[in-house]
Nanobody, 128 residues
Framework: EVQLVESGGGLVQAGGSLTLSCVISPNDFDGYAIGWFRQAPGKERERISAISGFNGDTYYANSVKGRFTISMDNSKTTVYLQMNSLAPEDTGVYYC?????????????????????WGEGTLVTVSS
């Protein structure tokens, strides 16, 4: 059974930075699209970034473009989300998910973004 474990959430002041990590086991991310999703209090879950485990192609939602950076380590077992210039509206539970055979570009057209596996989430709170 594939498992995804997120870490790195916490409390940060506006303007600060955090880096989230998502570790997959027992597989690696090759062939998967990996997405970071955010669910703010009282709002629906939204896709904020994604990366291809095949070729490294990336996707960013307009709300985070220029502030967040997604990356993957060389072993393809950990995906990171570097978050800079955080604002209170970035507060929420951040989930990592992976979908086999999909891409960052096609995820948005698929039911549940084509994700096969989801982590439990990590809470990010940005204070003003």
């Amino acid at each position: 059974e594939v498992q995804l474990v997120e870490s790195g959430g916490g409390l940060v002041q506006a303007g600060g930075s955090l880096t989230l990590s998502c570790v997959i086991s027992p597989n690696d991310f090759d062939g998967y699209a990996i997405g970071w999703f955010r669910q703010a209090p009282g709002k629906e879950r939204e896709r904020i970034s994604a990366i291809s485990g095949f070729n490294g192609d990336t996707y960013y939602a307009n709300s985070v473009k220029g502030r967040f950076t997604i990356s993957m380590d060389n072993s393809k077992t950990t995906v990171y989300l570097q978050m800079n210039s955080l604002a209170p509206e970035d507060t929420g539970v951040y989930y990592c998910a992976a979908g086999l055979g999909t891409t960052p570009q096609t995820m948005g057209m698929l039911e549940d973004y084509g994700m096969d596996y989801w982590g439990e989430g990590t809470l990010v709170t940005v204070s003003s």
